[in-house]
């Protein structure tokens, strides 16, 4: 049976195989929040202007979805994101797993979760090997990644959290 909830994330997904950014932020409330281990706290048009950052940033990107599941109005989702990580230009193949909570036919919670050693492994190479698992090593692309959006917004004439 189809829903608002899943239609919704059928055409989010569609956006983002297409890494349209903008398609994919008009799927988000204006009170969104997302997480992931590199953003683990955005709130509102943070958000979508992640999204922006990371399309304009986006090299050889090709998205593979995976199921999807909605339970009494939440939703779950599983894709692999490929893409060149372009700060060291090696390959990634990012396998995601998606929670969604809704309100007013729109997206209001994100939470991605993916392995964030095996992500660091692919992108960062030895570093990534060495001390991908290390909070040290976290903290440091967690702060470079706040750093680039904060950049990013600035340059949109958005105010930096």
Same mark, same amino acid.
């Given at each position: 049976?189809?829903?608002?909830?899943?239609?919704?994330l059928?055409?989010?997904?569609?956006?983002?195989?297409?890494?349209?950014?903008?398609?994919m932020?008009?799927?988000?409330h204006?009170? &969104?929040?997302?997480?992931?281990?590199?953003?683990?706290?955005?709130e509102? =048009?943070?958000v979508?202007?992640?999204w922006?950052m990371?399309a304009?940033r986006?090299?050889?990107?090709?998205?593979?979805p995976?199921?999807?599941?909605?339970v009494?109005?939440e939703?779950?989702?599983?894709?692999?994101a490929h893409?060149t990580f372009?700060?060291t230009?090696?390959?990634v193949a990012?396998?995601?797993?998606?929670e969604?909570r809704f309100r =007013?036919?729109?997206i209001?919670?994100?939470?991605?979760?993916?392995?964030?050693? &095996?992500?660091s492994r692919?992108?960062?190479?030895?570093a990534g090997?060495?001390?991908?698992?290390t909070?040290?090593?976290?903290g440091?692309?967690r702060?470079?990644?706040?750093?680039?959006l904060?950049a990013?917004?600035?340059?949109?004439?958005r105010p930096?959290?």
């Amino acid at each position: 049976m189809s829903t608002p909830e899943a239609a919704l994330l059928e055409r989010f997904y569609a956006a983002f195989a297409r890494f349209d950014a903008e398609a994919m932020a008009a799927c988000y409330h204006p009170q &969104a929040r997302f997480s992931d281990p590199v953003f683990p706290a955005l709130e509102g =048009d943070e958000v979508g202007d992640m999204w922006r950052m990371m399309a304009v940033r986006a090299q050889d990107f090709r998205l593979q979805p995976g199921g999807r599941v909605m339970v009494a109005g939440e939703g779950r989702a599983d894709c692999v994101a490929h893409y060149t990580f372009s700060p060291t230009g090696r390959p990634v193949a990012n396998p995601i797993a998606s929670e969604f909570r809704f309100r =007013d036919g729109l997206i209001v919670e994100q939470r991605d979760r993916f392995d964030f050693w &095996a992500w660091s492994r692919q992108a960062l190479g030895a570093a990534g090997v060495l001390l991908g698992w290390t909070p040290l090593m976290r903290g440091k692309v967690r702060g470079q990644a706040a750093q680039g959006l904060a950049a990013f917004r600035t340059k949109r004439g958005r105010p930096a959290r």
